[in-house]
């Protein structure tokens, strides 16, 4: 197998260029020399959008975990798997206040499970590794969506293989719209200037197959970047003000989100839901899991490449030969866009502000501390008949999340919940952490303080997850279970279906 190296991290481009951006050097190789990445570059495909079959407030979606052959680089056929299709899955589209269904049926030989990442919903509905879908099988969760406007996303979190199924490519979008949302002058035709990116890497073998070895200490960390399924992605813009919803689907990788003139964006997003007012940034750290949406103005006919520029600072991580290559200072293209014509209309303004929101209110609050090293936090690895913790209130709480690895990055995701990190010590290393958020990155050292609003849906039986969502992290149990219960009520004493493998009582309806 071929080391990773930063130097040459670099296949989705098809360009000879060195750009300097900032302190930062971006050094584009010709991609002829690598077999299979080189061509044209190809239009960014839109993942169709999926509104459900609706009746009034209730809204019905089919989910078919399927396989099929894709062609992630040009001219190559690799074997993936996807929803309703051959690779990925539809965008969801729901109303906050709906009341969703959703068939997922397993059409893979194999078992997995789907997990609504971001949504506030019963744990019965969540999809964790206590819902497991057997070959052939359908589960049917129900919720009402009590999610603000944002961009949240699904995937398998299969214990011990959800890097693996979202690899293949089991994932995809869901767009969360809500009233106030509506009446906000933003970019919102889906497809058109709303657009859907999901990011991730792949390595490919020699047959054009997905290379699913972990790395050591790496696990499927790619070395080929993808957006929306495919190398080299262009979008042909048609509008002078695009709004990209940005999701890192990948294993293992961050990105530093910047354009190749080093323009300046507005963030106008986090992970669950819209920022108070837009924020200018040059730059925008993604790790895996987490979600931006933002918005650039485009000039008729210009050309300007998204990119992934290296990290400064490495977020952190030792430089030297003793600690893993988590390809920090890579560089790389991901989007490549051409600006509208001529005629396009002018962009209004965005407006000034997007949303008043409330700070979680946590004085007096419960807190807790989480101690994140290699694999385990608080010293203790996965277990599924394991309560980690015991929320029995409907208040916010204060998580200490702290990442206790000298050299490796971790990051921390809590299941029916957003949160604000109030404090973010321990670390040089500056991520822009506003908004309400589901996921925070902790490059080595890093202390994050978040006030947690958690769903209320008391179910001494079944448990959420928080992890590491590097998913190799994950998948080696670098994750705890909470359960929410009624004040004074316990955990069951056997947690899910009891077996963590039967479909029989996982399935079925929240109430
Ligand atoms: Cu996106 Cu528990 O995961
Ligand atoms: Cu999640
Ligand atoms: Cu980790």
Same mark, same amino acid.
């Given at each position: 197998?071929?080391?990773?190296?930063?130097?040459?991290?670099?296949?989705?481009?098809?360009?000879?260029?060195?750009?300097?951006?900032?302190?930062?050097?971006?050094?584009?190789?010709?991609?002829?020399?690598?077999?299979?990445?080189?061509?044209?570059?190809?239009?960014?495909?839109?993942?169709?959008?999926?509104?459900?079959?609706?009746?009034?407030?209730?809204?019905?979606?089919?989910?078919?975990?399927?396989?099929?052959?894709?062609?992630?680089?040009?001219?190559?056929?690799?074997?993936?798997?996807?929803?309703?299709?051959?690779?990925?899955?539809?965008?969801?589209?729901?109303?906050?206040?709906?009341?969703?269904?959703?068939?997922?049926?397993?059409?893979?030989?194999?078992?997995?499970?789907?997990?609504?990442?971001?949504?506030?919903?019963?744990?019965?509905?969540?999809?964790?590794?206590?819902?497991?879908?057997?070959?052939?099988?359908?589960?049917?969760?129900?919720?009402?969506?009590?999610?603000?406007?944002?961009?949240?996303?699904?995937?398998?979190?299969?214990?011990?293989? %959800?890097? =693996?199924?979202?690899?293949? *490519?089991?994932?995809?979008? !869901?767009? @969360? #719209?809500? /009233?106030?949302?509506?009446?906000?002058?933003?970019?919102?035709?889906?497809?058109?200037?709303?657009?859907?990116?999901?990011?991730?890497?792949?390595?490919?073998?020699?047959?054009?197959?997905?290379?699913?070895?972990?790395?050591?200490?790496?696990?499927?960390?790619?070395?080929?970047?993808?957006?929306?399924?495919?190398?080299?992605?262009?979008?042909?813009?048609?509008?002078?003000?695009?709004?990209?919803?940005?999701?890192?689907?990948?294993?293992?990788?961050?990105?530093?989100?910047?354009?190749?003139?080093?323009?300046?964006?507005?963030?106008?997003?986090?992970?669950?839901?819209?920022?108070?007012?837009?924020?200018?940034? %040059?730059? =925008?750290?993604?790790?895996? *899991?987490?979600?931006?949406? !933002?918005? @650039? #103005?485009? /000039?008729?006919?210009?050309?300007?490449?998204?990119?992934?520029?290296?990290?400064?600072?490495?977020?952190?991580?030792?430089?030297?030969?003793?600690?893993?290559?988590?390809?920090?200072?890579?560089?790389?293209?991901?989007?490549?866009?051409?600006?509208?014509?001529?005629?396009?209309?002018?962009?209004?303004?965005?407006?000034?502000?997007?949303?008043?929101?409330?700070?979680?209110?946590?004085?007096?609050?419960?807190?807790?501390?989480?101690?994140?090293?290699?694999?385990?936090?608080?010293?203790?690895?996965?277990?599924?008949?394991?309560?980690?913790?015991?929320?029995?209130?409907?208040?916010?709480?204060?998580?200490?999340? %702290?990442?206790?690895?000298?050299?490796?990055?971790?990051?921390?995701?809590?299941?029916?919940?957003?949160?604000?990190?109030?404090?973010?010590?321990?670390?040089?290393?500056?991520?822009?952490?506003?908004?309400?958020?589901?996921?925070?990155?902790?490059?080595?050292?890093?202390?994050?303080?978040?006030?947690?609003?958690?769903?209320?849906?008391?179910?001494?039986?079944?448990?959420?997850?928080?992890?590491?969502?590097?998913?190799?992290?994950?998948?080696?149990?670098?994750?705890?279970?909470?359960?929410?219960?009624?004040?004074?009520?316990?955990?069951?004493?056997?947690?899910?279906?009891?077996?963590?493998?039967?479909?029989?009582?996982?399935?079925?309806?929240?109430?």
């Amino acid at each position: 197998m071929p080391e990773l190296n930063r130097r040459t991290f670099f296949k989705g481009a098809g360009v000879l260029a060195a750009t300097v951006v900032g302190a930062q050097v971006l050094v584009a190789c010709s991609s002829d020399d690598v077999r299979g990445y080189g061509g044209e570059p190809r239009t960014l495909p839109i993942p169709p959008a999926d509104l459900g079959t609706r009746e009034g407030s209730s809204v019905h979606f089919a989910l078919e975990a399927q396989t099929g052959e894709s062609q992630i680089l040009p001219d190559v056929t690799t074997k993936t798997w996807g929803f309703n299709g051959t690779h990925l899955g539809p965008t969801l589209v729901v109303k906050k206040g709906d009341d969703v269904h959703v068939d997922v049926i397993n059409n893979l030989d194999e078992m997995t499970t789907v997990h609504w990442h971001g949504m506030k919903l019963p744990a019965i509905a969540d999809g964790g590794p206590h819902s497991p879908i057997g070959p052939g099988q359908t589960w049917s969760p129900t919720w009402t969506v009590a999610n603000d406007a944002a961009t949240l996303w699904y995937h398998p979190h299969t214990h011990g293989l %959800t890097g =693996l199924h979202a690899y293949r *490519g089991l994932a995809g979008m !869901i767009i @969360v #719209e809500d /009233e106030a949302t509506d009446k906000l002058d933003l970019p919102r035709e889906y497809g058109v200037d709303d657009i859907p990116l999901v990011l991730m890497d792949h390595r490919f073998l020699e047959d054009g197959s997905l290379d699913e070895e972990d790395l050591p200490d790496l696990g499927l960390l790619g070395d080929t970047p993808t957006a929306n399924g495919i190398t080299n992605a262009h979008f042909d813009a048609t509008t002078r003000r695009v709004r990209f919803r940005v999701l890192n689907g990948s294993n293992m990788r961050f990105y530093n989100l910047a354009f190749s003139d080093t323009r300046t964006f507005q963030v106008i997003a986090s992970d669950s839901g819209l920022l108070d007012e837009p924020q200018d940034r %040059t730059t =925008l750290a993604i790790g895996p *899991g987490e979600r931006w949406e !933002i918005v @650039v #103005e485009l /000039e008729p006919g210009e050309d300007v490449t998204l990119e992934s520029v290296g990290f400064e600072d490495n977020y952190g991580v030792p430089d030297d030969e003793f600690v893993p290559d988590f390809g920090m200072s890579d560089s790389f293209q991901l989007l490549t866009i051409t600006g509208p014509s001529d005629d396009a209309a002018q962009a209004p303004a965005l407006p000034g502000v997007l949303v008043k929101s409330t700070e979680p209110d946590v004085i007096d609050a419960t807190e807790r501390t989480f101690i994140m090293n290699t694999f385990s936090i608080n010293d203790l690895q996965m277990d599924m008949q394991r309560v980690d913790v015991v929320i029995d209130h409907d208040q916010p709480e204060v998580w200490i999340v %702290t990442n206790d690895n000298s050299d490796w990055p971790h990051n921390f995701h809590v299941h029916d919940a957003r949160f604000k990190v109030l404090k973010f010590e321990g670390t040089d290393v500056e991520l822009f952490n506003d908004g309400w958020k589901d996921t925070v990155g902790l490059p080595p050292g890093a202390t994050a303080t978040l006030a947690v609003e958690f769903g209320h849906y008391p179910d001494p039986q079944w448990p959420y997850m928080y992890h590491c969502h590097m998913l190799y992290h994950e998948d080696q149990g670098m994750m705890g279970q909470f359960v929410i219960v009624e004040p004074g009520d316990e955990p069951a004493a056997v947690l899910g279906s009891g077996t963590g493998s039967s479909i029989d009582s996982a399935g079925g309806h929240a109430h």
